[in-house]
């Protein structure tokens, strides 16, 4: 897949390309068994998800910081299928508290967990530390995922055990992944504001989300679990992810219009990713516009990638241990 095909749509070996929407590149599944939490589900991309899986007939959990905005969700995806399951949790991916109340209210619940779309984000904020002091994109687009996951591991790992469904979890990285700091990860600064660049640091937590998903997916394949891992950049779309840099975007829209797709084009490479039966035990892989892709050389750096898994391990339990 290259420029000619994202500017013309013209689709890859999947079958699928830029042009493809959700609802195209999921025709024709049932989903009907499955439960999916779908992070950041009340905008964008992730909201698109949600109505996507939803009409393919998966119980969707739209896990959300704004619980207005949210419920509003909701309510448009019951507007245009009332037959839809969706419910509504709170969660803020930047506090571990959050992360870790949430995860309570999904247990008590009591329900299965095959889809976790890890998609909400934020990008290029001011320099800023969360309540528990890290960084905030490194902590919301990062370090809540990693958490959020974690903790969600032993439910998936028995609803596949238990259902002999396979089990996905997709992180929504970005292009952008390639735009970081000299090291990919700032290790020893991460916190800092000398040195901040809100773009290095937006591409470095894009970073995090494949190394994330690899060093999972390599994890849990060692383990032998019926649960895969994989990365995607959804596109480039105008949304409210947008919002510290609305000049910068809709400048850079004006001249490149022709590579930018809608909303729905732009949730087809995650409802791919997620329920496409061509994907099956397809695990550790990085995906754009519905095909695979090979990302940068950091993001298929194993060692960096087990490196960041022990050093947000050990952020976690600093910031536990606070709380
Ligand atoms: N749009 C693009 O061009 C593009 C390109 C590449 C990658 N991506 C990735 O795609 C994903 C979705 O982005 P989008 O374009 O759909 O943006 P969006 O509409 O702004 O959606 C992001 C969602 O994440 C939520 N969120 C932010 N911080 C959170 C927190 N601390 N806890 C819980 N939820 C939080 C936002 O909630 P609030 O409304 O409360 O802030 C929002 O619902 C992001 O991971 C982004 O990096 C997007």
């Keep these: ?119 909400a984000g934020v990008m290029f904020c001011p320099h800023r530390l969360s309540e528990d002091g890290i960084e905030m994109q490194f902590a919301t687009n990062h370090l809540g995922h990693f958490l959020l996951t974690n903790l969600l591991l032993e439910k998936m790992k028995n609803t596949a055990k238990t259902t002999g469904i396979e089990g996905r979890i997709v992180n929504l990285s970005s292009i952008a992944h390639v735009h970081t700091y000299g090291n990919g990860i700032r ?32 994890r849990l394949q060692a383990e032998g679990v019926n649960i895969t891992v994989n990365s995607v950049h959804p596109g480039i779309i105008m949304t409210p992810l947008m919002r510290h840099s609305a000049f910068l975007m809709k400048t850079l829209r004006f001249f490149t219009f022709c590579i930018w797709k809608n909303v729905p084009q732009g949730a087809a490479t995650t409802c791919f990713v997620a329920l496409h039966p061509k994907l099956k035990r397809v695990t550790g892989k990085y995906y754009v516009d519905c095909n695979e892709m090979k990302p940068s050389s950091y993001a298929r750096n194993e060692k960096l990638a087990k490196r960041l898994w022990d050093f947000s391990n050990k952020l976690i339990d600093g910031a536990s241990s606070k709380s």
């Design 187 to 218: 290790f020893d600064r991460i916190n800092e504001r000398s040195g901040y660049s809100d773009k290095r640091a937006y591409g470095q937590s894009k970073l995090a989300n494949i190394l994330h998903a690899n060093e999972l997916s390599r």
């Design 1 to 119: 897949m290259g420029f000619f095909s994202l500017v013309t749509g013209r689709p890859g070996a999947s079958g699928f390309g830029s042009a493809s929407t959700a609802e195209q590149v999921t025709e024709g599944i049932d989903a009907k068994n499955l439960t999916a939490i779908v992070t950041g589900g009340a905008s964008g991309i992730g909201l698109e998800t949600a109505k996507i899986l939803a009409l393919r007939r998966a119980h969707v959990i739209i896990a959300a910081r704004n619980i207005g905005a949210a419920n509003k969700a909701k309510q448009i995806i019951l507007e245009e299928n009332e037959k839809a399951r969706v419910d509504v949790l709170i969660l803020d991916l930047c506090s571990v508290k959050s992360v870790r109340a949430f995860v309570d209210s999904f247990i008590a619940l009591d329900l299965p967990l095959n889809l976790l779309i890890n998609n």
